[in-house]
């Protein structure tokens, strides 16, 4: 028979056991030399490693490469054809684009999450690397020794510090501002000391400023602003900066004011005043009322269609009918009334903005594409991924929609789209869609370009949205639905925002495809960095010959943006705690 | 419709629903008056929670009428929303939205269904918060809490709404024997404030102590009614004994 027991006292909780440090060579026991089989293993391994590494760095550091070619080309690599003597446009374009960078992370991530230790184990790697390089590089490689050197001196120094240092000040969280001060003086004074950029110097180490001061005027706004508007109105900032920045600074717009004043005006502003009206009656009718007045809006959107109206008229009043469409469900209380009529007017705005500066001739224009390189690489991939989520969503709403018009269309586009290779998606974006539109509209080829890669991607994301739609748990539905929600607020407030996070990976994979494919554009003429790589460089009479120095760059280039998006997602993915709900 | 505000708010006449070939309700007729509380019970697969989840049409049922508050469910859209928002709902697993805070579990439907101003729809989340003891929760994500905090805060999710009628499709099933307590006890206090009340559920101690009627339900129909009195002292027909004798 057992005694019953009875604990007096509960104990309190105790802290974990350390985790025990273990030595190189207790390490080295453990993981490579476990037994015979893994010791010969590892060996072989080894060695192979050793021959290959001598190999790469042997064929890096050759006596015939012409490495020297690329810095002699950066100007190229950056803008290929864009005017030299408007190159100030394109530095405004990177001081504007690291304002809002140093802007964003201080608004985004005031305290970093590098610690001392962090950087230690950095500089750790960096010196082993160039300690390797230094031992094994061949002879034709006349700085060895001083990396293997520098190698040996990072190793100790980080060494040491840590040695040093007590250990509440290594993982201490070093704030963000400290790391970009250190960041942008590291840079200067790389571009003031190394002869590289020996041109450049002044422009970058302004753009470098720019961003330092960026970073400070975030840091300002973020003790006096909320933090949840402060992100939206920084958001809206990138929004409206791009285009500005591709049609307006990188440009210089010859805009044709009579035809604006003339014909285009008048329509912008009945249009932009009807549409307040429309949308302010609308949100206040009642259901039946306000339906009909849609189905006036969507007859009127085609109609315009009929007559001589200018492309601005027929874009507004397409903004118009698709906000009126969304008022009975979101704009119909007091603030959603304010924020739709907001939206409409922040839109015609933004819309007639395009259509005035979009339309209007280029003085820059020397030929048709008036820049390539990185610059027109950034530009597809930006403005393809900004154009092509929307997009990817709506077809995605689309498919999975219980009406059967959307549910074709939408599963019709994306099956053709997804079956038609990208070359040919791109040949009938430049040279085909010209075809079947009105014979005075005249698109600038990177624009036709843009589309395609837009058309391409949106049908690829929308795939995997409709995946992220399928996980959500039919309660989820069920519970918006029992609290009386619209099937549009349910899909904008419950289910979509729940399917976008948890699809985060793949729609980073998809960005990362179309970062990469952007490369085929050179198949249709334009002078992307890949082309400026593969064939603008090595054809130039300094630089003949330099195809795979050229290649190698232009792949290490791919691969530094790349390995960033992919990281850049996994910090977002923590963030977000997608798999941890 | 009889005096004393007791007037019929949800009639069930003949009631039918097939999933495919089989019938999972063959006939229900019933009268739920308002400020009642009715229990249901039953073995599984009777059709309890088909028949409370057609009340909010969350099931399309194919024959028979079905009026809540005087307005019959057709497949009319602008009907079945109407009745969504005067029907609150509690469900066996919660289902409260992971990615937003307690709060914003409470104020969403309000402030775009009910139309109210963000700080009202607060207001009202906090008062309810703390009516069901879980005020200091607010700021939490569904995830951080207990199954019992979770189900109090779908409970205040759906009386935010202000409701004229709750059902509860079996909503203590999912939890730890010590969190049942604290969500019957919200319900209790709910049933005493004279809210309508269908609940779905195998606590007879709930059903005992707050039910004005217990509803007995197999094979997707009706086998007995009556007051909590009745069916705990004296069941009548053999299935319900049977039932009885198995779960006291």
Redesign the interface.
């Given at each position: 028979m057992t005694t019953p027991r009875v604990t007096t006292e509960l104990r309190p909780p105790e802290p974990p056991p350390e985790a025990s440090q273990i030595g190189a060579v207790v390490w080295l026991r453990r993981n490579l030399f476990g037994s015979v089989a893994s010791s010969i293993v590892s060996v072989i391994l080894g060695v192979a490693l050793f021959f290959m590494l001598r190999g790469i760095l042997g064929f890096l550091f050759a006596e015939e490469r012409l490495w020297e070619v690329i810095p002699r080309n950066a100007t190229n690599y950056a803008i290929e054809g864009y005017p030299r003597s408007n190159i100030a446009r394109i530095w405004l374009s990177l001081d504007i684009v690291l304002f809002l960078a140093g802007l964003s992370m201080a608004v985004w991530k005031p305290t970093g999450r590098t610690s001392l230790a962090s950087l230690a184990a950095g500089v750790r790697s960096l010196g082993m690397v160039l300690v390797l390089v230094g031992v094994l590089a061949p002879d034709s490689f006349q700085s060895r020794g001083v990396a293997a050197v520098v190698g040996l001196g990072l190793v100790a120094l980080s060494y040491l510090g840590v040695r040093l240092s007590d250990a509440a000040a290594l993982t201490e969280r070093i704030p963000t501002l400290g790391l970009v001060a250190a960041g942008a003086g590291g840079l200067v004074a790389v571009l003031w000391l190394l002869p590289i950029a020996s041109t450049t110097r002044i422009p970058y180490t302004i753009a470098i400023v720019v961003g330092v001061v960026g970073h400070l005027v975030g840091r300002a706004a973020v003790g006096r602003f909320a933090p949840g508007p402060l992100r939206a109105i920084v958001v809206a900032i990138w929004l409206v900066s791009l285009p500005v920045i591709y049609l307006h600074i990188q440009r210089n717009p010859v805009v044709d004011w009579d035809t604006v004043t003339g014909s285009w005006l008048p329509w912008i502003a009945a249009i932009t005043i009807a549409g307040t009206g429309i949308i302010a009656v609308v949100s206040r009718s009642d259901?039946e009322r306000a339906g009909v007045m849609n189905a006036v809006m969507v007859i009127a959107t085609i109609a315009i269609w009929t007559i001589s109206a200018p492309m601005v008229a027929r874009a507004l009043l397409f903004v118009l009918t698709v906000l009126s469409l969304a008022t009975p469900t979101?704009g119909?209380?007091?603030?959603?009334r304010r924020n739709m009529l907001l939206t409409w007017l922040a839109g015609a705005a933004f819309v007639s903005y395009i259509f005035v500066i979009g339309d209007a001739g280029t003085g820059l224009a020397t030929r048709n594409e008036y820049y390539g390189g990185l610059s027109l690489t950034m530009m597809l991939a930006a403005g393809g991924l900004l154009l092509s989520l929307p997009m990817g969503i709506l077809l995605a709403l689309g498919r999975t929609s219980t009406m059967p018009i959307f549910r074709l269309l939408s599963t019709g586009y994306i099956e053709v789209v997804r079956g038609v290779p990208l070359i040919t998606v791109l040949f009938i974006a430049r040279f085909g869609i010209l075809n079947f539109l009105p014979e005075n509209l005249e698109f600038d080829p990177n624009v036709l370009v843009l589309g395609g890669i837009t058309a391409f991607s949106a049908a690829y994301l929308a795939e995997n949205v409709r995946g992220g739609l399928q996980s959500i748990?039919k309660?989820?539905y069920?519970?918006?639905?029992?609290?009386?929600?619209?099937t549009a607020?349910m899909t904008m407030?419950?289910t979509l925002?729940?399917a976008l996070?948890a699809v985060i990976p793949a729609i980073v994979g998809q960005v990362i495809s179309l970062f990469k494919d952007t490369s085929l554009v050179a198949i249709v003429g334009l002078a992307e960095f890949f082309r400026v790589a593969r064939d603008i460089v090595p054809n130039q009479t300094n630089s003949l010959g330099s195809i795979i120095e050229n290649l190698l760059f232009a792949a290490a280039v791919y691969w530094i943006f790349t390995y960033n998006f992919s990281r850049a997602s996994q910090r977002l993915e923590r963030r977000l705690?997608v798999g941890?709900? | 419709m009889s005096d004393n505000g007791k007037k019929d708010i949800v009639i069930c006449d003949d009631v039918k629903k097939w999933f495919g070939d089989f019938q999972a309700l063959r006939g229900i007729s019933t009268t739920v008056r308002e400020g009642e509380v009715v229990v249901i019970i039953g073995p599984s697969g009777s059709g309890k929670s088909t028949w409370i989840r057609c009340i909010?049409r969350?099931e399309v049922h194919q024959e028979g009428r079905i009026v809540v508050d005087g307005i019959e469910l057709t497949s009319d859209v602008?009907n079945i929303?109407?009745i969504?928002?005067e029907?609150?709902?509690v469900?066996q697993?919660f289902?409260?939205?992971?990615?937003l805070t307690v709060l914003q579990n409470i104020t969403?439907?309000q402030?775009?269904?009910r139309?109210?101003?963000?700080r009202d729809a607060e207001e009202k989340a906090k008062a309810l918060l703390e009516r069901v003891g879980i005020q200091e929760q607010a700021a939490k994500y569904p995830?951080q809490l207990s199954g019992g905090q979770q189900q109090r805060v779908?409970l205040t999710?759906?009386l935010a709404?202000d409701p004229r009628i709750m059902l509860f499709d079996e909503p203590t099933s999912a939890l730890d024997p010590e969190m049942i307590k604290e969500v019957l006890d919200a319900m209790k206090e709910l049933a005493r404030s004279g809210m309508t009340m269908l609940v779905v559920t195998h606590e007879m101690g709930f059903a005992r102590e707050v039910a004005d009627r217990v509803i007995f339900m197999d094979q997707g129909q009706i086998v007995e009614e009556g007051t909590p009195e009745h069916f705990f002292t004296d069941p009548q027909h053999d299935r319900t004994k049977l039932f009885l004798s198995q779960i006291l």
């Open positions: 259901r979101f119909s209380s007091g603030v959603g748990p309660g989820q069920e519970a918006a639905k029992a609290l009386g929600m619209t607020q407030l419950i925002p729940q996070r705690g941890t709900r | 909010n969350l602008k929303e109407k969504r928002s029907v609150g709902m469900f697993q289902n409260l939205f992971p990615h969403l439907a402030t775009w269904v139309k109210r101003t963000k995830g779908a999710r759906s709404m």
